[in-house]
């Protein structure tokens, strides 16, 4: 079907393990047996083949008995986000966190590439670029982040121009950011750029900084990686990164909170009162949800993140519309990860078969989330929570005790993290 690697497939056994993932009030588990016998339930269209939108076709196709959902995806495969922080450092390949859709596809997804321009959600249609049209019933959008520039112009300039990357979309980005620090010479500085929160990944950028550092300390001992934050302090796993960087990378991590980026000049980033210098730049910039829920005005909360009904992932301004992943406005505590937008997903596929149906949705869903950070190469440190939906607040809410970080990082995670990288792959996408 395409170039994209199709990834092992999982044993049986750990798939249905998987198919627990996010519980669902005891819905997810009776749900799990056919695909696709008897009279259609409907037709959901799924815009974004990512966590948040790959998960969900799956598991309406698991869940729903015969329901006929299409995905729509700009891009040929699937490229992941996390673990490219591995390919940026130099310990992974573009090629290991690639995986295509062929899964998805055996179990009756129709897979479109296509990049959808338009929702007309009083019709219940979806216009694609190039001029074809798609009727749903129910529509899902899982898009991602999408970038806000108009705050510092030159910053759009300089990523036209490759001056600067991002690598905060995996693909060509995180590619291009390997082969500039390739080509940096010894001795030169790297310098990453991190937003205010909220951002896609609290840990993302800290783990990045390790993993540039990783490969300096070994290709480029003289070279400098120097991390401005916009925030005030690391935004998570603080102790944890902030030992990781004196126990191995003394020296070569310089750290500046309240950081704020003003200007790109050439190889120059301007803050408010320092010019930064350097051969490399990494400029994470400010993020809001994906741009086509912005153009259908789905962005409600602070024209920024999409407003939805927790128990559904439904818009709360567009009936039949259900959102998930990092374009939603989060609920407490909840980060923007792929585990989450995974969890979402499978909360929004149970409710929209329960919907289709005409039945009531569970009341009483839970999600949780798990994220590793590489600090070297092997050693892994990880954050985990869980989230019970509090029907008098109507959103999801951190269980008290259930969570937690990492004493000390350490090699164990190290697999764990591969690990889990292979089977949310494998569960999203039907490996
Ligand atoms: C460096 C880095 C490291 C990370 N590490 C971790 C980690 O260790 N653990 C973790 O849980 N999370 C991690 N994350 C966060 C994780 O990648 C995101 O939270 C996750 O991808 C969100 O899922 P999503 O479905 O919302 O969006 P995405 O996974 O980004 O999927 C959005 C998809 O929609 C497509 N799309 C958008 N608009 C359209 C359109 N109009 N038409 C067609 N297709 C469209 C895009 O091409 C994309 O494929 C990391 C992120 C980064 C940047």
Redo the contacts with the bound molecule.
Sequence with gaps: MNDFPQGPRLHPSRRRLLAGGAALGGLALAGCASTSSGPSLGRVVV???????ATAARYLRLWGGNIDVTL????AG?V??????LVVGGHKQMADISRGYDGLRAIGVKVVQ????AIDAAAKKVRLAGGGELAYDRLIL????DFMLDGVPSLAEGLASGRVVH????GEQTAMLRRQLEAMPDGGVYALHIPRAPY??P??PY??ACMVASYFKVAKPRAKVLVLDANPEIQSKKALFEKAWKDHYAGLIEYKPNSELRRVEGGTLKLDFEDIKADVLNVVPPMRG???ARTAGLLNMNARWAGVNWLTLESTVAPGVHI????TMSAPAM???????NQHGKVAAAAIVQLLKGQPVSATPVVM?????FVTARDVVHVASVHQYDAADKTFKAVPGSGGVSAAANQIEGRY?LSWADNIWADMLAL
Excluded: Q
């Excluded at 729509?72 to 891009?75: F, Q, Y």
């Excluded at 690598?167 to 995996?170: C, G, I």
């Design positions: 815009v974004g083949g990512g966590y948040g939108g729509v995806e700009r891009n699937f992941s986000c996390p673990i490219s922080n296509g990049d959808v321009t899982s898009p991602g982040v690598a905060w979309k995996a896609r990944c840990p993302g783990e990045r994906g741009d086509i998930l992943g990092d374009t980060p923007k990860s792929g585990h989450m937008a989330n798990t994220c590793y950070s993290a």
